[in-house]
Nanobody, 121 residues
Framework: QVRLVESGGGLVQVGGSLRLSCVVSGSIFTIDRMRWYRQAPGKQRELVAAITRGGTTNYEDSVKGRFTISRNNAKNTVYLQMNSLKPEDTAVYYC???????????????WGQGTQVTVSS
């Protein structure tokens, strides 16, 4: 079983910053892509940022230049540094991973339980 635990969410004012963390534990082989998604009330879940094991990143257009995804492979942890936060960033943020299991088989995706981010104006 694979467990993902997010932390770091909270209430912040417009223009503020938060740093989300997601720690992966359990039956881990080789974690491939790590991602952050978010879901605002009444909206579909959307991909915010992703990072490969080698460190290649990509971002949703609205967060480019404000959010930074990073990972620590030794700690099985992915981070999301969020700066210049806007009210439209308010959502539940979810961590998501894939991993390569024995013989290279892709396993996942696995999801965390989510952490609430609220940006007040």
């Amino acid at each position: 079983q694979v467990r993902l635990v997010e932390s770091g969410g909270g209430l912040v004012q417009v223009g503020g910053s938060l740093r989300l963390s997601c720690v992966v534990s359990g039956s881990i082989f080789t974690i491939d892509r790590m991602r952050w998604y978010r879901q605002a009330p009444g909206k579909q879940r959307e991909l915010v940022a992703a990072i490969t094991r080698g460190g290649t990143t990509n971002y949703e257009d609205s967060v480019k230049g404000r959010f930074t995804i990073s990972r620590n492979n030794a700690k099985n942890t992915v981070y999301l540094q969020m700066n210049s936060l806007k009210p439209e960033d308010t959502a539940v943020y979810y961590c998501n991973i894939d991993q390569s299991g024995p013989f290279g088989a892709t396993m996942g995706p696995y999801w965390g339980q989510g952490t609430q981010v609220t940006v007040s104006s």
